[in-house]
């Protein structure tokens, strides 16, 4: 009988259920709880209210997060690799150095995030990124620019009113009725964009 190699999602289970996680949240009684360095990986996390959560290092690869309150969250260095975030509120949030191919933030609220992140086809689709920062950390250079790197990215419809994109890499990046006003792309990437934007 030939040898049937273990699915992914066997081999790596999450290390919480979501009865466990909404635990956790109720236990906390309204204040930020700790989920960092944490798999959570292919979890169904939708509609929970996690604001000022700690995502530091934490898998969160192919999780569902659509419309959960995560305003004031830390994602540094987290796995959000397709991990879908649609509708999520978002505002204020922190995805420094953060993983985030294929990742969809869909309607989702990322007013004043800070994305210092990489990802290639990120959907910012019709997303608030309003004073949004995407750009360059000038408290944090070496030779190369700590910036936001999204090629193949979709911004369209995106709110980026006051949103700083300095130095972001932005390679093929779709701004269709994007609104731009006040947003800064200073040194920003922009090779083979569409830029028909909004206004």
């Keep these: 009988m030939p040898f049937v190699f273990p699915s992914v999602a066997s081999v790596f289970a999450a290390e919480l259920s979501r009865a ?5 949240v109720a236990e906390a009684q309204g204040k930020p709880i700790d989920l960092s360095n944490l798999d959570l ?5 939708s509609d929970l209210n996690m604001h ?3 995502f ?3 898998k969160l690869a192919g999780a569902k997060l659509a419309k959960a309150d995560l305003s004031g969250a830390n994602f540094t260095r987290a796995d959000l690799q397709d991990a879908d975030f649609s509708d999520a509120v978002m505002r204020g949030a922190t995805l420094y150095a953060a993983l985030l191919d294929g990742a969809n933030f869909d309607h989702a609220d990322l007013s004043n995030a800070r994305i210092i992140g990489g990802g290639k086809g990120v959907n910012f689709h019709d997303a608030k990124l309003i004073g949004a920062d995407l750009g360059a950390d000038p408290a944090n250079q070496g030779m190369v620019p700590v910036r936001a790197e999204l090629p193949d990215a979709n911004f369209d419809g995106a709110d980026l009113t006051r949103a700083n994109l300095t130095h972001a890499v932005l390679t093929g ?4 009725a994007a609104i731009v006003t006040g947003a800064r ?9 569409n830029l028909s934007l909004g206004r």
């Design 20 to 24: 466990q996680v909404e635990q956790r």
């Design 56 to 58: 530091f290092s934490t």
């Design 185 to 193: 792309f200073d040194y920003a990437v922009l090779d083979g964009s």
């Design 173 to 176: 990046a779709n701004f269709t």
């Design 52 to 54: 000022g959560a700690d």
């Design 41 to 45: 990986s292919g979890v169904d996390l």
